[in-house]
């Protein structure tokens, strides 16, 4: 039989989970579920003590209530999300993107006159993929020749944006980059690399929250988004609200990127799924139905 004061403590601890569980779904669309509970704590368990707060309950109000709340919460983002990225992942993707998206992407614009291409990276991390994207727009010649090329990293973690401005990558980012992608796009630095400019420049990175409209409002039209492998840390509503964000933000004929893991079957969209050898990107039609 357990002691009344046991089981008291338990079920704080199971309200106190909840509780911080439902703020960072609110507030972030991760989601954590029950089974999660002890990587939460583990993951927290650093703030916890800095703070001198004894269980997430406590922590949870101070996120709510505490003076320096919002700066908290963004803290409190850097240990719960996961960062782990390098450059050129996914590699089928990044070639339909190459050899297919950018090519019907830049027949359009020669069509309407347009020279601008607007490209978004929605939880960039530390800016391995938005760079990516840079190298393959330079690396595609005379197509984007004299075009404004604007592609922006968007992330909630303040901590992995200052590592994506600081621009220092090691070896561990640079997994699937070969000998002469290596010699063409980056510099020796120390004991790691910098990507080399213009490709550097084009790039821009800003704090923003992949469910928010206001994160996007002053880059759209955009004509490509990506979003791999974070809506896997998603609930369903949550990953319903950022793909009807992506469809209003996206330019008729946009394309959205998911993650291999990733699909749009559960959800409610306009999106068209393209298949390729390995890969399936999502097209927004070019016209809303009448």
Known sequence: MRLPHVADDAQRGEEGFRLLRDFIHERFGLYFDESQRKSLLSRLAPRLELLGLAS????????????????????????????????FREQPQLSVLANHVLRAIGERKAGT?????????????????????????????????GFDLRITGIDVDAVALEKARRGLYRQNSLRAVGAPLLDRHFVKDGAGVRVKEPVRGAVSFRMGNILDPASYEDLRPLDVVFCRNVLIYFSDGSVQRAVSLFERVLAPGGYLFLGHAESLARVASRFVPIRFQGAIVYRKPEEAPS
């Open 113 to 145: 006159g347009g020279r601008r291409l607007n490209v978004v990276s929605a939880g960039c991390s530390t800016g391995e993929e938005p760079l990516t994207i840079a190298m393959i727009l330079f690396d595609g010649g005379q197509l984007f020749r």
């Open 56 to 87: 997430l309950e406590d922590y949870h109000r101070y996120l709510r209530f505490a003076p320096d709340r919002a700066e908290e919460q963004l803290r409190m983002v850097s240990h719960v999300t996961n960062n782990e990225t390098y450059f």
